[in-house]
């Protein structure tokens, strides 16, 4: 595997045509094109096409079976079309040759997914987004969002099958040789330029093996398919250096799980509409009302956000991870944190995300959940800024401090008791969404898992 960040002729951009995208895949001898979608999971799909139907690709005329996908439509009714978005168009900036001299050029486009009698699929998550988007837009304002996504690098066993061994042992911001992940580090931040990414830092993170690759904030479709290509890539190079990378959010019971704190603001043009520079906190009634609606509906979307068994490993007290639906402008025991940096940089941290989720279902919620408290002139109550995870019961029930779900049935159950968050999501996504996690809280209990074993089997 080699990453070629300058494939000669081409360098990624972000507008594209249908003459432009053909002239290039034939100048640079592109051999196949992946047509590529999320899931409702938030899992990577594509279907690959061969040179000679890049046209008919481009022009929305290639269909799939939807019903061999999670969560998408019956079998009598499984025709899905996959419609382009030219401006996704990137070359990878990566090649296997597998000992051939002539490594296969391969290019990638992000699709919407739509019936084929050209009308939007209500199933489809990236769509899904761009509902909400468009309220906001309609609304005057235009979500700007930057995700910080944590994986793992782990070692894979002689028949490459994924472990949660590695030998390094780094902590935040450490070097080589404590930081055995470094070289692929490197070359994923390569790949990632490659894709036209705007990579702005990148370091080990504080448990072991696990890491952070930050890139510059957009809009929220386009951040969305940043973190899905983002996740490919990573997983892609870390496979080519014989590692396994994970973001699975808790993989070692212990250490730090891996989060993706998810910084946002919503402009009116070229002005951060979360900025008031006479405003207490140089915060503005908008983003006042925002953090109040993320806050009140925090529980109805922590499902979205943290949709595994998993996820609920994270949010713990004692790693980092918040718990409490709160607000704070200094500590980070809570739900939101607002960053210092003020004028357009003024953001809002909704810290309980993690990297499993659909990015698409994800923003859509968050973004649903703060606009309607702008409608709805929430008041987020006052900041916290002492250390929640030190509070007592009493204290926090003072301060009106609620939990987060402690598990995935009950952030389920707030789901569906949750109106705002199931608009966002429409009603297709929520019912596939909550059969999908019914079903995997039911095969979890089921299980008899080896804490179980070790603590009962001996005693009873």
Request: include cysteine; proline fraction near 6%.
């Amino acid at each position: 595997m080699a990453v070629n960040m300058n494939w000669e002729g081409y360098s990624p951009k972000s507008s594209w045509t249908k003459t432009e995208i053909l002239t290039t895949t034939k100048e640079l001898g592109v051999r196949f094109l992946r047509l590529q979608f999320t899931d409702i999971l938030g899992v990577n799909k594509n279907v690959e096409l061969p040179a000679q139907q890049f046209e008919k690709a481009l022009d929305g005329q290639i269909a799939f079976d939807g019903s061999s996908i999670e969560g998408f439509v019956r079998i009598e009714e499984s025709d899905m079309i996959l419609i382009p978005d030219l401006d996704t168009f990137r070359v990878l900036p990566f090649s296997e040759n597998d000992g051939r001299s002539e490594p296969d050029k391969v290019a990638r486009i992000i699709c919407d997914i739509h019936h084929p009698d050209g009308t939007p699929f209500e199933g489809c998550p990236r769509l899904a987004l761009k509902r909400v988007t468009a309220e906001a837009r309609e609304m005057g304002y235009e979500m700007m969002a930057g995700p910080e996504a944590e994986f793992f690098l782990f070692q894979r066993t002689a028949q490459g099958h994924p472990t949660t061994n590695s030998p390094d042992r780094g902590g935040y911001f450490d070097l080589a040789p404590v930081d055995l992940g470094e070289i692929a580090r490197r070359d994923i931040v390569n790949a990632l330029e490659g894709m036209g990414f705007e990579v702005e830092a990148a370091h080990h993170e504080v448990a072991p093996a696990q890491h952070e690759i930050d890139f510059r904030y957009e809009e929220a479709v386009t951040t969305a398919d940043n973190v899905a290509t983002f996740r490919f890539v990573v997983r892609h190079i870390a496979m080519q250096h014989g590692l396994h990378a994970t973001f699975m959010p808790k993989p070692i019971f212990g250490i730090n799980g891996s989060g993706m704190h998810c910084h946002q603001s919503l402009f009116e043009g070229d002005r951060n509409a979360f900025y008031d520079a006479d405003a207490e906190y140089q915060l503005s009634e908008v983003a006042l009302h925002y953090i109040g609606g993320i806050l009140r509906h925090a529980r109805g979307f922590c499902a979205i956000t943290n949709p595994l068994v998993n996820s609920y490993k994270r949010l713990v007290p004692g790693y980092e991870a918040p718990t409490n639906v709160a607000w704070s402008m200094k500590n980070r025991s809570p739900l939101v944190r607002i960053p210092d940096k003020r004028g357009n940089s003024t953001r809002v941290e909704v810290r309980m995300p993690d990297p499993a989720a659909n990015p698409y279902l994800a923003l859509a919620a968050m973004l649903k959940a703060g606009l309607a408290g702008i409608k709805e002139k929430v008041d987020p109550g006052a900041p916290v800024n002492k250390n929640i995870y030190a509070m007592s019961q009493r204290e926090k029930r003072r301060l009106k401090i609620a939990e987060l779900p402690g598990d995935l049935r009950e952030a389920v159950d707030a789901l569906e008791k949750d109106k705002v968050i199931q608009e966002a999501l429409t009603p297709h996504i929520h019912k596939h969404f909550v059969e999908a996690k019914r079903a995997e809280w039911h095969d979890y209990i089921a299980q008899v898992h080896d804490w179980e074993v070790q603590r009962y089997l001996g005693v009873y």
